[in-house]
């Protein structure tokens, strides 16, 4: 055993590890920076003002991806800068491919993957 948790995809927390590699680029793509970047939880970002500590970082962070269906995605994400945020996304596979369906701001991203039976 490698000691690393396979994905549960099941909506219950945790519900990865999932490494942006094996996350659908079209899932991430309202989280990007400008630059089409984004950092993963624990990868260096800029958190602070544009122009502020490592300005060739991304500046936006995934913080958790859950999958909760095979058509259904979770993210909490950050924007750093000025006007910090953390957002709760949820990603929807549809006839035309993945789109945002909700969004909204978060206190403490952490605390955002659970099953939710009314989805």
């Not at 680029?25 to 990868?43: F, M, N």
């Amino acid at each position: 055993m490698s000691g690393i948790a396979a994905p549960r995809r099941d909506g219950n927390f945790p519900d990865g590890p999932f490494p942006l590699k094996d996350i659908p680029k079209a899932v991430l793509k309202p989280c990007l920076d400008s630059d089409g970047r984004i950092a993963a939880a624990g990868e260096s970002w800029q958190d602070s003002c544009v122009g502020i500590g490592d300005v060739t970082t991304p500046r936006a962070r995934l913080d958790v991806a859950c999958q909760l269906s095979e058509t259904l995605w979770q993210l909490t994400c950050e924007r750093g800068g000025i006007a910090h945020s953390s957002s709760l996304l949820k990603i929807k596979k549809t006839t035309k491919g993945w789109a945002l369906q909700s969004t909204s701001l978060v206190e403490n991203p952490w605390v955002h993957c659970a099953k939710y039976s009314s989805w």
